[in-house]
Nanobody
Framework: VQLQASGGGLVQAGGSLRLSCAAS????????MGWFRQSPGKEREFVAGISRSGGATYYSDSVKGRVTISRDNARSTVYLQMNSLKPEDTAVYYC????????????????WGKGTQVTVSS
């Protein structure tokens, strides 16, 4: 599976961004999908995950209530809608595909996309 993330950029605190991750190469619906992020000097961390069908979603405590993950299996794309952004959300965001789960941890990820930079100014 090849994953291509897009939608990052510079936004002011309180603003919104929608990240997209387009998949190609294998049946998208065979994979749970997730988003992770990495800030400078920090380890990569889980942000959100979604099951193969989209029926189950999971969020880290740091983004819960502000972020929504969704997927369109017909378009082989997963989305991350981010609202009420904070400076601490600044990071490179990576999409991930998990053949057995919902991409809740790095150990379960089989494929990574290249990251997209999100910068939130105060």
């Amino acid at each position: 599976v090849q994953l291509q993330a897009s939608g990052g950029g510079l936004v002011q605190a309180g603003g919104s961004l929608r990240l997209s991750c387009a998949a190609s190469g294998r049946a998208f619906s065979d994979y749970g999908m997730g988003w992770f992020r990495q800030s400078p000097g920090k380890e990569r961390e889980f942000v959100a995950g979604i099951s193969r069908s989209g029926g189950a979603t999971y969020y880290s405590d740091s983004v819960k209530g502000r972020v929504t993950i969704s997927r369109d299996n017909a378009r082989s794309t997963v989305y991350l809608q981010m609202n009420s952004l904070k400076p601490e959300d600044t990071a490179v965001y990576y999409c991930a595909a998990d053949h057995f789960g919902s991409a809740l941890s790095e150990s379960g990820v089989h494929y990574w996309g290249k990251g997209t930079q999100v910068t939130v100014s105060s």
